[in-house]
């Protein structure tokens, strides 16, 4: 698995491991997202709750186009929304290479969870 940079990886990987509950995969791939950008990371704090975000809580005004889209995949994969579409994120243009990754390593998260980020958790 891919991460941004070595932050990225800690925060992502702290925040995953610390939570007590057995995470969804769609969760934990918007956690992954979420936590690539400094900015979407301080937002998506407040509507982080427990095994649930909800994205009314996370202010989107004043984001980069960038951070927007990365609160929007998040957004799509976690509550089957359509902001992004697959021609968006296919779109050499309009979605920067390293954007494109971390989209495509968070579906790759929806598939396998925790084993893909190298997350080992057991649960009773």
Known sequence: MRFRNTKHANVCKK???K?????????????YLLSANKETWARARNGIT????DFSQIPKSGLSTYQYAIVSAAQDICEDTRHLTLYDIGDMHLMEEDLF???INALRICKGGYEVIGVIKKFN
């Open 15 to 17: 925040y995953i491991i």
């Open 19 to 31: 939570n007590p509950y057995r995470l969804d995969n769609r969760f934990i791939a918007a956690v």
């Open 50 to 53: 427990k095994d649930r975000i």
């Open 101 to 103: 990754d971390l989209i």
